[in-house]
Structures are given as C-alpha cells and as structure tokens.
C-alpha cells in the first residue's frame, strides 16, 4: 500500500495455477519475488517454486531462517531468528522494511498514503 506497487501474497504450491504466466519472459526485465522459505514442512514446496521462478528469469530474493535453503535462490538471502511457530510472524517484518524503502525511494511519504483520511472519516 504505502508504495503504490502491486503485490500479491501466494502459498509455494499456487504458484503452479497461474501466476508463473506473469513472470517477464524477457531477461532483461526480471520480475522480482520476494520468496519466504523457513525451515519447515513447506521448505522444500518453496524451495521448488523459487528455483521454477528463477528458471523463468524471475529474480527470487529469499526470507529465511537457515541460510542452506536459499543456496542457488539468492546470492544475498535475508535471514532471520527461528522462534518456533512465531517465525513465520517475524518473516513479515523485513517485508515491512521492503515496503517502507521502495516508498521514500519513489518519493512518498508512509505516513500519509493518499485516500487513507478519506476512507476512514467516512461513515
């Protein structure tokens, strides 16, 4: 929201349905996906499903709690604490981050997204 950039959250096994046809077909203009991968019962699902982005020139970067699974994904994988079934929850903050950045970056202010007062001072 606070960057005015579309973007969808999908399980690992979705990905198959549809959404690998948005991907750029043009290497030139890799489509960026931001992947969580933690080490549990879906690890290897989405591990499976960054390495088919990639090999449809999709630019995978990884959120993960063990650097292993995001060897051949992401030179450069985000890593963070494992706190049990909490994990997945701190999985969102640098996505949080991510968001924040690309909005001062385009020159917005996420602090006052636009229509925000709008929507929620009508009745």
Not at 78 to 100: D, S
């Amino acid at each position: 929201e606070c960057s005015y950039i579309h973007a969808e959250g999908l399980s690992g096994g979705a990905m198959k349905h549809g959404p690998f046809a948005l991907l750029s077909e043009d290497a030139t203009k890799r489509t960026p996906v931001i992947m969580i991968v933690l080490d549990d019962e879906h690890a290897q699902t989405m591990r499976t499903a960054a390495e088919e982005i990639k090999a449809r020139n999709g630019q995978v970067h990884v959120i993960t709690d063990d650097r292993s699974l995001a060897e051949g994904l992401d030179d450069d994988p985000i890593i963070i604490p494992r706190n049990g079934r909490l994990t997945a929850l701190i999985a969102v903050l640098p996505l949080q981050f991510i968001a924040y950045e690309l909005s001062v970056r385009r020159g917005i202010d996420p602090d006052y997204p636009r229509h925000l007062a709008k929507s929620v001072t009508v009745d």
